[in-house]
């Protein structure tokens, strides 16, 4: 998770989500880590990630950073710091886990009203594991299988799955709320 610094817009720019995927991709490519869900919204990120060596975050998290910074500050005229400190990264030891945060991360454009379906939101996860949309970030979340033995039952109950409003979304939130923002 990072933010923009005091809470600034990071992605009001055109082409800035766009942008930040293609970094996103080039980091992935360059370093072993491996993306299950995100969620661009307009002032903060998240990503829910698997990486091979936890040592290899910082160089990953340094590099995103840096580029996405890079290339906001040669599209507008903004000075200073674009993130807010040192980016979150809390660990995740339970698989079971791994759902229910990608659950977390897809509902956020809803939750923040910024769409009314999390299918109406361009830039997460969701429609990779909901209806099947190619998306060149994503490495399929190993507990999405469990969902059911076929596609179509996968995606069918990934939907519900996330439409459910979840009782730790509030533990998560007053987590990660007390913890960063």
């Not at 209806?131 to 179509?152: E, M």
């Amino acid at each position: 998770i990072s933010r923009g610094n005091n809470k600034k817009t990071v992605f009001e720019i055109s082409r800035g989500y766009q942008q930040f995927k293609a970094i996103l991709l080039l980091s992935r490519l360059k370093y072993n880590w491996r993306i299950y869900h995100y969620c661009l919204m307009p002032n903060h990120f998240h990503i829910l990630a698997w990486i091979e060596n936890g040592k290899e975050l910082p160089k990953i998290m340094q590099c995103i950073l840096q580029a996405y910074s890079g290339w906001y500050r040669g599209n507008t005229k903004y000075v200073g710091y674009l993130w807010r400190g040192r980016y979150r990264s809390p660990l995740i030891q339970d698989e079971s886990y791994l759902l229910e945060c990608g659950r977390y991360i897809e509902r956020n454009p809803v939750r923040a009203n910024l769409a009314a379906k999390m299918e109406e939101y361009p830039w997460s996860s969701y429609k990779h594991y909901a209806y099947g949309n190619p998306d060149p970030l994503i490495f399929t979340n190993p507990a999405y299988q469990d969902f059911g033995a076929t596609t179509l039952q996968r995606q069918d109950k990934y939907r519900e799955f996330v439409r459910l409003e979840s009782h730790h979304e509030l533990l998560l939130d007053k987590a990660i709320i007390n913890n960063y923002f």
